[in-house]
């Protein structure tokens, strides 16, 4: 699709060159964050300077744009999101959207360390999802792997979460050795809540402290030794995720499967990402991106914006090419998850 006047006009809709329409955005407001887990950060990061990061203005302009021409879901990600400073005005300004019914669903991907302040204000603003990522129930654990989290304070934010009417699904990345003997407990801890239950493959993505190729368990692992204990069914339910689902008959719940190294989910992409500096990500796992602070920045009109993120979702490529590189363990794309968000 060429981009012109008329298409800024009537705020024609993000379409790829394989037919598919953009309404997914997911926004990275920050990169930094309160824990370091283990396999997203190394423990000293290096952290973008001010500068660099689009203000909560920019933010609210940039997914008033993606709005305006045809994003119906938008996810705050980062980063911790909820670490940002302003954050609820960020939230509390999009929720117009939300009014005006141009936006059908306004989430946040978080680690849950700060619900317990936001949960009401989330709420209000018209959150009714969040996606909340926790790797193990066990406290001592919960520590070794976020290396600076507080399992408590994150359980009383999902607490808090719940009591506001906030619908919880609980993201598990699953790490060979690491957390693989929870993951009954975990279905039952979710299902029991009625949260719904996400498990996800490692990616290779950004420098860390520790060889990848050990915490990578497939999940086609996971989902054989689930069946020895559970009575799983696919279900053709889909939150507009890359995620598969299946039913859990014992307790009517169901958990969820991202699989990026295993299995390509690519076909049926509408998203694209943008991260906290405003730079568009056509695809997490390829390294094809576009400015769009600079556009932003340049002029107080959007004519530029548009232009960038017409010509950038023409090169939106049909899937990724993610591994892990064997020889070298080097992470086959570099910039770290908490860049691009999740
Ligand atoms: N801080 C928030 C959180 O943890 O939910 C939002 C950002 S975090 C980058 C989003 C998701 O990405 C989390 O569920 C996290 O577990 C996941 N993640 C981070 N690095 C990953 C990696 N290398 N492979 C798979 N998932 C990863
Ligand atoms: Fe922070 Fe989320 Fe990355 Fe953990 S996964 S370090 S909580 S951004």
Request: hydrophobic share 35%.
């Amino acid at each position: 699709m060429r981009f012109n006047d008329t298409q800024e006009q009537t705020g024609a809709p993000l379409i790829d060159p394989f037919g598919r329409t953009i309404d997914y955005l997911r926004l990275s407001v920050t990169d930094r964050c309160d824990f370091r887990c283990v396999y997203c950060m190394a423990e000293n990061m290096h952290f973008l300077p001010k500068a660099e990061i689009l203000t909560l203005e920019e933010l609210d302009r940039l997914s008033t744009a993606f709005i305006e021409h045809g994003v119906k879901r938008l996810r705050l990600t980062g980063g911790e999101p909820l670490v940002r400073k302003g954050i609820m005005t960020l939230v509390s300004s999009l929720s117009r959207h939300l009014e005006t019914g141009a936006l059908e669903e306004l989430t946040v991907t978080t680690n849950g360390s700060q619900l317990s302040r936001f949960a009401k204000d989330l709420a209000a603003a018209g959150v009714r999802r969040l996606n909340v990522s926790i790797d193990s129930l066990k406290e001592e654990r919960f520590r070794a792997i976020t290396r600076w989290g507080r399992f408590q304070q994150v359980m009383d934010g999902i607490d808090a979460a719940l009591a506001e009417g906030i619908k919880i699904k609980l993201n598990v990345v699953a790490l060979k050795g690491v957390n693989e003997d929870e993951f009954d407990d975990m279905i039952r801890f979710c299902h029991e809540r009625g949260m719904d239950l996400t498990f996800i493959e490692t990616m290779p993505m950004g420098e860390i402290d520790q060889d990848r190729t050990d915490q990578y368990l497939p999940l086609s692992k996971v989902k054989q030794d689930l069946a020895q204990n559970w009575t799983l069914t696919p279900t053709p339910y889909k939150t507009g995720g890359p995620a598969s689902y299946m039913n859990i008959k014992e307790t009517g719940g169901r958990i969820g499967f991202i699989t990026p190294l295993s299995h390509n989910f690519c076909e049926s992409c509408n998203r694209v990402r943008v991260t906290c500096t405003g730079t568009l990500f056509m695809c997490l796992g390829q390294e094809d991106a576009a400015d769009l602070r600079a556009p932003l920045r340049a002029s107080e009109s959007n004519d530029g914006l548009m232009q960038a993120i017409y010509h950038a979702i023409e090169r939106k490529p049909k899937g990724h090419d993610f591994a892990i590189d064997r020889l070298t363990n080097r992470p086959s794309i570099g910039r770290h998850m908490s860049v691009t968000g999740g």
